[in-house]
Every structure is written in C-alpha cells, then in structure tokens.
C-alpha cells in the first residue's frame, strides 16, 4: 500500500507565496514521474507540472515563471512552489506519482489541497 499526503495550501492574497508538499509512504521501492494536478471549481483535473527522477521538469504555459516543482529523492517528496499566485490558481491541488513496486507500476493520488487566492 502506498500514501500520498499533501500539505501547505490555504488561503493567500493575489501576489503572494505558498509551497505544497506531498510526501510519499509505504511499499516504494522507486518513484518514476510525480506531477502536481488542480481542479479549479467546476472544471476538469488539469496537469500543472511534472519531474521526472532524474529532475527534469515541465510546466503548463499558466504557471510557467511563476510555479517551481521540485522533490527529494531521499525523503520521497514532491514539492510545488507557488509565487506571484492569482485568483485563477484558485483551485484544489493533488499530487500524482507513478511508483515502482518492482512486480509492476503503480499510479497514485493525494487526497487533495485547497489553494484560494483572493483578489
């Protein structure tokens, strides 16, 4: 069994900072791909970025500049810094990571964060 428990949203005015964390527990023996999804209110689950394990990283054009993923290998845990937030980044947060359990691959979610930017 695996868990992926995020934390760090909340509520923060337009401009401002906050850093998501998800940390991974349970029968790992490698993580491949983590990514960080949002769902804003009555839209669909869009990716927001991706690091892959060897550190390689990708952002949608909404976030580029703004948003920095990054995860520690040793600790199995993805991070999401989030600058220069708007009231679009409103939205709830999860964490995804594909996970090798060396008798197959597993894709896993978080539970879910809510970020509120307010204007």
């Known amino acids: 069994q695996v868990q992926l428990v995020e934390s760090g949203g909340g509520l923060v005015q337009a401009g401002g900072s906050l850093r998501l964390s998800c940390a991974a527990s349970?029968?790992?023996?490698?993580?491949?791909?983590m990514r960080w999804y949002r769902q804003p209110p009555g839209r669909q689950r869009e990716l927001v970025a991706t690091i892959t394990s060897g550190g390689t990283t990708g952002y949608v054009d909404s976030v580029k500049g703004r948003f920095t993923i990054s995860r520690n290998n040793a600790k199995n845990t993805l991070f999401l810094q989030m600058n220069n937030l708007k009231p679009e980044d409103t939205a709830i947060y999860y964490c995804n990571a594909r996970i090798d359990h060396t008798t197959h691959v597993g894709n896993y979610w978080g539970q879910g964060t809510q970020v509120t930017v307010s204007s």
């Open positions: 349970g029968s790992i023996f490698s993580i491949n791909a």
